[in-house]
Every structure is written in structure tokens, then in C-alpha cells.
């Protein structure tokens, strides 16, 4: 399928999806309530996805949502992948996430950059869900300094050698394709000298360190990645060499918009437990839907979430059209992830006690959406983003 004129009306005069995202919308959120949600409490406690939800999201299409069909994807854009996160991470944000990275951070790139033949080679595999993409920038002393890399690409002949250690991985535990990027010249400013390689899961020398223990999002796999003497060639370089800092920033504009959507589906679950909530529980004899203080709580989170969920369509429209969306994606990345953050404390506080315990997935709500204001760039780094391109 293919999206002709992405939502016209979404920016614009009728702020609708269509009919063909409608359609798309309603099968994330069937999808999301008959697998994901009766699943995510179980993904959490064992902190791993089990394959056959990787299979669904295959047999639904939405490992290949933003791949042309050409090469077996959907042929959707980036508001398709921002109703479909949304939906996703309604019901399970460790989900929504490896669906986000597979396709703004790893098929978003390849595509734009790739050559012919690496598209060939690889997305037909992503658009299946045979191979997962994996993305990895951070390292132990590059976080919100993305340029200070350490782990190196060496010329070695008519090849290239990688060492060095990656961290934050999402997926990376059973990713086929990782986006790594690598210093591969250290004589010239930091962000001018670095590289970005397609290295492939099965590479010799590329091993899977440290699981990381982490409050939210249990079941997505957060690893570190090891580069002992990983061997390629020019064939695997993303781009130009020495030219991956660009790269990076552009796929992080996009992937902005992916954890933007994420925060909004994170939000509306809290939003939906509240109203659910505080239309059950009684107290002084009526439901605490009827105090004046739980309904200021549930109207703040409403107009909150919808308007950031107007951003990050507005940002995820812009980007289909092929515009400039540095300043966009950032602040729907702010706004939203902030709205989640308000939306799991007011809703841990709507259900009292039994909200802090696991009686209520509402506790691991609040534990989701803490890590939104944290990747993808800190919320302190988006308004840098957002202030520098407007005194610029």
C-alpha cells in the first residue's frame, strides 16, 4: 500500500488520517489490545518479547511500515509509523520501542543514504521482520556529546577494522543489522571525523556484552556491543566516510518523532486508566470521578496529550513532505514525553495506594514513561535544539 498524498488534512484544514490510516490505526489497536496488552505485564517481569510477537508485527507489516513496496514494505510514511507507535505503546511500550528504532533509526537511514545494492541486500529482510535493525551512536563517554565517540574504524588494506565499545543498544541482543557509528578520523574536529557502518549481526568479532538492568521498558533488551577487530568493507559504509555525524543527527530527527508517539501512547494509557478509575472507586459514597480535584487531573492530561499528539503529526507530516524538522521533531519530542511523564504521576496519584503496587499495570506506566524524556536526546538537549534554531 502506499500512501499518496500523506494526510492532507493533517496539518492543515481537517486534522483527519483517511481512510488508509484510519484503517492502519485500527489494526495497530486491535493488534495492541488482543496481543500486546494481555502481554505487557508478562514482558516486563521477564524482561524479553517473545518471537512469536515478532512475527505478528512481521505478518501485520509493520516491521516494513516505512519501506517502499518495491522492496516488500508497506510503502508508508512517517505519520503511518506515528499512529501505529502510538497504538503500539498504549499497550506495551518495550514493544513500540524495537518497532521505532527498526524503522526510524536503522530503514529510515538506510533509505535515505544507502546505496542500490545496500538496499538491495537488506530491506527486503527488514520490511519481513527476518532481520531486526539495531542503532548505535552512544558509548560510555559520548551521551549527550553524540560527537565524543571513542570506538575507532581503521584502514586495514582495502578494508576497514572496528574496535571499541557501544552502549544503549535497543534490540541489540537479537538485531541482524546494526547502524554503528565509529571514529574513523582523529586528526579533525570530532564530529567531522566519524563514520557510519551497516555491520551485519553475524560479523566476526561483533559480540553481545552486558544486559542492562532497567526501571522502564523491562522487556525491550538494552545491551552493550563489543567491536573486536569487526572487519568490512567500503560496500558496508553508510553514506561518505568520515561523513556519519550528519547521518546520525538527521536519523535523530526522525527518531524524535518515534519516541514522541511513544510518550503520547504511554500517556493515553494512563489517561484511559484514570477515567476507568475514577469512574470505579468510590469514596464518601460516590465515584472520585465526581470530585472536582480528580476531574482538573484528568482534564490537564487530556488537553496535554492532545496537544502534543498535534506536534508529533504536524513533525511526522512535515518530514514526509520533506522538510526541515530539527526544531518540529524536537519539540513534540519535549512536549510529549514531559505530557507522559504528568499523565503516569497524576495517574499514580488518581489511584492512590493500589496505584503503587502491581495490582495496577499503572505502576509500570509510570516506570515507561520516565525513559522518554531521557533518549533520543535529553530533554535539556531538545531545548538547545529548539532555542539555537531560532536565534540562529
Not at 574536529?189 to 559480540?207: E, H, N, R, S, Y
Not at 561523513?243 to 494509557?269: E, H
Not at 495506594?353 to 525513559?371: C, K, M, N, P, S
Amino acid at each position: 500500500m502506499t500512501v499518496t498524498d500523506p494526510v492532507t488534512t493533517q496539518a492543515g484544514l481537517g486534522f483527519e488520517l483517511g481512510e488508509e490510516l484510519s484503517l492502519i490505526q485500527d489494526e495497530a489497536k486491535k493488534f495492541a489490545d488482543d496481543v500486546l496488552l494481555p502481554l505487557a505485564t508478562k514482558h516486563d517481569r521477564e524482561e524479553r518479547i517473545g518471537d512469536d510477537v515478532y512475527r505478528q508485527i512481521g505478518d501485520l507489516g509493520f516491521w516494513g511500515l516505512t519501506i517502499p513496496e518495491e522492496y516488500g514494505g508497506a510503502g508508508f510514511g512517517n505519520v503511518a509509523l506515528a499512529v501505529v507507535l502510538e497504538e503500539l505503546n498504549r499497550a506495551c511500550a518495550a514493544t513500540g520501542v524495537a518497532v521505532s528504532v527498526h524503522n526510524s533509526l536503522l530503514c529510515a537511514p538506510l533509505m535515505k543514504f544507502g546505496t542500490d545494492e545496500q538496499k538491495q541486500r537488506w530491506l527486503p529482510q527488514l520490511a519481513s521482520g527476518e532481520v531486526i535493525g539495531a542503532y548505535s551512536l552512544s558509548e560510555a563517554g559520548s551521551g549527550s556529546d553524540a560527537a565524543a565517540l571513542a570506538a575507532t574504524a581503521t584502514r586495514d588494506g582495502d578494508g576497514w577494522v572496528l574496535n571499541g565499545t557501544k552502549l544503549w543498544v535497543t534490540s541489540g541482543d537479537r538485531a541482524g543489522l546494526f547502524l554503528i557509528y565509529v571514529r574513523t578520523n582523529p586528526d579533525v574536529p570530532k564530529a567531522k571525523g566519524i563514520t557510519a557502518f551497516l555491520v551485519p549481526g553475524d560479523a566476526p568479532g561483533l559480540k553481545v556484552g552486558k544486559h542492562e538492568k532497567k526501571t522502564g521498558i523491562r522487556g525491550s533488551a538494552t545491551v552493550e556491543i563489543i567491536l573486536d577487530g569487526v572487519r568490512l568493507t567500503d560496500s558496508d559504509i553508510l553514506g561518505e566516510v568520515d561523513r556519519g555525524f550528519p547521518v546520525a543527527m538527521d536519523t535523530l530527527a526522525g527518531g524524535r518523532i518515534g519516541i514522541a508517539s511513544q510518550a503520547v501512547g504511554i500517556g493515553q494509557a494512563c489517561l484511559d486508566a484514570s477515567v476507568k478509575y475514577a469512574m470505579e472507586r468510590e469514596q464518601f459514597g460516590k465515584p472520585i470521578g465526581h470530585f472536582q480535584a480528580v476531574q482538573h487531573k484528568i482534564a490537564d492530561m487530556s488537553a496535554r496529550l492532545e496537544a502534543s499528539r498535534l506536534l508529533v503529526r504536524k513533525a511526522a507530516w512535515m518530514r514526509d513532505a520533506g522538510m526541515e524538522v530539527n526544531r518540529q521533531s524536537s519539540e513534540a519530542k519535549m512536549l510529549a514525553s514531559q505530557a507522559a511523564n504528568f499523565c503516569a504521576d497524576e495517574t499514580v496519584q488518581i489511584h492512590g495506594g493500589a496505584g503503587y503496587t502491581d495490582h495496577f499495570h499503572v505502576e509500570r506506566l509510570f516506570r515507561d514513561a520516565r525513559i522518554t524524556e531521557i533518549y533520543e536526546g535529553a530533554t535539556d538537549i531538545q531545548r538547545l535544539v529548539i532555542a539555537r534554531s531560532l536565534l540562529k
